[in-house]
């Protein structure tokens, strides 16, 4: 398997990774790597035979007298010559993190002995409860089991333990459904009909619905309403969706000028009812006739604005993805024609330091950005006649959502030099060029926003704000950033976030674990990159809450750079721990009576819990389950005097749960803060300051949870 470092570093770097130790034994040797060779460059039926014939060991092979002789041409194994074995044997021992994608739902790669890297078994998440419909989710690496609801209603199909669903077939019954008087159906489940008290459906149809006159402020419910209109744009669920209808006169006399129409609908807040349509109509027809439709996602508030209509009746139709009240606003103003300033090829002139209103709400999707948007964008052309520092401030006037500016590239417009969601902090640009610069804003939901393009002389950036020559990061070692005042790096990973960048040498193939600590409230990233600090040059990259953390195995030698991202610009902290490249050691033991022991330089180590007894309780696992929990695994650390340990589960298959015990008999009482779960992608990770005595380090998982496992492991001085 070629190596994505390798195709971004080059050969000369790929080069440098060489020949490696792989041992049977916990000691670690820092002159053994990684071979670095073609895939598959050893035939399959090269077996090592025991006296009968078949095979004993397939990470042995021939003979050797020094490492160079033990090469196997594959990426993914650690090779040295086994000179614990009479005669010395080559050992190639396999590591699947070599082989290890992005991906979690594509399934555990496998470093196969004489055959490279191969594709895991991709992840069912079946159960065999047919009860639950599951999925593996990509952003989370886990499986989710959602309670079974065919009929996408919201209620789970009362068959199951705690479903309320009497009809999981139709979203129109339900226990939370509203009984509908005369109908002649059990509406809510309660296993009668049309009992008291009953509701009568207000504005479910044409036939039914109100009148009102323009300007006007309506209150509204789809409580006993069903789906009787098919627009362009609705909820996230379509078919389990209701609507209801209210018939608009725009008022005057046929040869009045036009009007523009808009219509804002605000549902009661709250994550059962939050999801929100709104239409309008020229006639009332369940499907076509559309002159505006307006949604954002998960959004409690829709827009719509229809242009230039002449007085006469407009029909409104409000879709809602679960029972609940909406507030609709109905205005007229004067006539606009669709904005002009919707690409490139002709942005909007504004003046600098003077703010100026953009409005967004039927705004086309022209051009692409790193920063996540719901809506269209407008662009806008201000021009600078020598070099400043560009402030680009941001703020919402009206509607819901946040907005998005992004700073295109000088002469190439449909390139993105940097991006921002929201007005905190400000998109900073420093030392803009002298010329015409292009700046688009969408927003997060239909809104409307007052932005401002301030300028400022043009200031030198600190040297972590660029990765053309940042300072250099030493090993084992944390810095501290105050991130207010940083530009954006187009690094990818925490798009329109403040970076600090800094230069991590390698003078080796190693072993990398970057940790950034942030602010509680909010989120970061921390990115390993090579020295363009590009999307492309992106060689791993984690965004989390604190603290957020990117390992990388066997890095070649070379520069590379270890990226700081904070959402907010605030003080942050990276530090960065490196070792020689080590082997991976694969972990049997199950309990206290074959516990394997960690040794001072720490390691790599693997495992699988799957068919491990349970024998350990822990104070952070879930509640409910068996005492002992899901199967573990335990292995023991001595420290002869304070160390600070850091255990790094990043890699494992599953729902992690990570405790450490102290004491000279087994499993020791729990340390304090020594328990963390790991349910999110990132898994466990556990940084103690410990001082010297036995500990017994618990791999479990979090409520049953169980797989195949990585454990890094660094002892660093305290």
Not at 159 to 177: E, I, K, M, Q, S
Not at 561 to 585: I, M, N, W, Y
Request: aromatic content about 4%.
């Amino acid at each position: 398997m070629t190596s994505r470092l390798a195709r971004i570093i080059g050969p000369a770097l790929a080069s440098l990774a060489v020949i490696g130790a792989c041992s049977s034994t916990p000691a670690i040797d820092s002159t053994a790597r990684f071979d670095g060779g073609a895939q598959d460059a050893r035939p399959e039926a090269a077996t090592d035979a025991g006296p009968d014939g078949p095979p004993t060991d397939p990470t042995l092979g021939d003979p050797c007298g020094d490492d160079s002789q033990c090469g196997d041409g594959l990426d993914c194994t650690f090779d040295r010559c086994d000179r614990t074995l009479s005669p010395p044997r080559c050992r190639n021992t396999p590591d699947d993190s070599q082989c290890a994608d992005t991906l979690y739902c594509n399934g555990r790669e496998r470093c196969v002995p004489r055959l490279g890297c191969r594709a895991g078994e991709p992840v069912t998440c079946q159960d065999g409860d047919s009860c639950t419909i599951d999925a593996c989710v990509e952003s989370t690496k886990a499986c989710v089991r959602m309670p079974r609801d065919l009929d996408g209603d919201g209620e789970a199909d009362d068959h199951c333990a705690g479903g309320t669903d009497c009809d999981d077939l139709d979203p129109n019954v339900g226990a939370r459904r509203t009984e509908v008087c005369g109908n002649g159906r059990d509406d809510n489940c309660s296993r009668r009909v049309d009992e008291a008290p009953c509701s009568v459906p207000a504005d479910d149809t044409c036939a039914t619905a109100r009148t009102v006159t323009a300007p006007a402020l309506v209150a509204l419910s789809t409580a006993a309403t069903r789906r009787d209109f098919f627009t362009s744009c609705s909820v996230a669920t379509p078919t389990a969706a209701r609507d209801v209808v209210v018939a608009v006169v725009v008022p005057g006399a046929p040869t009045d000028p036009p009007q523009d129409l808009e219509v804002f609908a605000t549902s009661a807040p709250g994550a059962a009812s939050a999801d929100t349509a709104v239409a309008i109509l020229s006639s009332c027809v369940p499907a076509g006739a559309e002159l505006a439709c307006g949604h954002a996602p998960l959004s409690s508030q829709a827009r719509a604005r229809a242009r230039s209509v002449r007085p006469g009746t407009y029909y409104v139709v409000v879709t809602t993805q679960n029972e609940t009240t909406v507030e609709l606003s109905v205005e007229l103003s004067a006539p606009t024609p669709p904005p002009p300033n919707e690409s490139c090829a002709a942005p909007l002139a504004v003046a600098t330091d003077t703010p100026f209103t953009v409005s967004l709400v039927d705004a086309a999707r022209d051009l692409t950005s790193a920063c996540e948007s719901a809506t269209g964008e407008l662009t806008y052309a201000f021009t600078l006649t020598e070099p400043r520092d560009v402030r680009v401030v941001s703020a919402r006037l009206r509607g819901a959502g946040l907005p998005v500016v992004s700073l295109r590239e000088p002469g190439a417009c449909t390139n993105e030099l940097r991006c921002r969601v929201g007005p905190t902090p400000p998109l900073l640009a420093r030392s803009l060029p002298a010329g015409t610069h292009v700046l688009a804003v969408a927003g997060s939901a239909a809104l409307d926003a007052n932005v401002i393009v301030q300028t400022l002389p043009p200031t030198v950036a600190p040297p972590s704000t660029t990765c053309a020559a940042p300072p250099a990061l030493t090993h084992d070692a944390t810095v501290t950033v105050d991130l207010s005042g940083y530009d954006e790096l187009p690094s990818g990973c925490l798009p329109g976030g403040p970076t600090a960048a800094f230069a991590l040498t390698l003078a080796q193939p190693s072993d990398v674990l970057l940790v950034g600590r942030f602010p509680t409230t909010e989120q970061g990233a921390v990115s390993l990159s090579a020295v363009g600090c590009t999307k492309a040059d992106s060689l791993a990259c984690q965004r989390d809450t604190t603290p957020a953390r990117v390992a990388k195995r066997n890095v070649p030698a070379g520069t590379y750079r270890a990226l700081l991202h904070d959402e907010r610009g605030e003080r942050a902290s990276l530090g960065a721990f490196v070792r020689p490249t080590v082997p991976p050691t694969a972990v049997v033991a199950d309990g206290c009576a074959d516990a394997y022991g960690i040794p001072l330089a720490g390691g790599f180590f693997t495992g699988d819990t799957s068919a491990r007894t349970p024998d350990f309780s822990a104070s952070c696992d879930g509640v409910g389950g068996p005492a002992a929990g899901a199967g573990d695994q335990l292995l023991k650390l001595t420290l002869p005097d304070r160390r600070r340990v850091l255990l790094d589960m990043a890699g494992s298959s599953y729902a992690t749960l990570l405790n450490v015990r102290e004491g000279a008999a087994c499993p020791g009482t729990e340390v304090p803060s020594g328990c963390h779960v790991g349910a999110r992608a990132s898994r466990s990770f556990l940084d103690l300051e410990l001082a010297a005595g036995t500990y017994w380090v618990q791999i479990d998982g979090l409520s049953g949870a169980s797989g195949a496992w990585n454990l890094d492991v660094r002892i660093l001085p305290p």
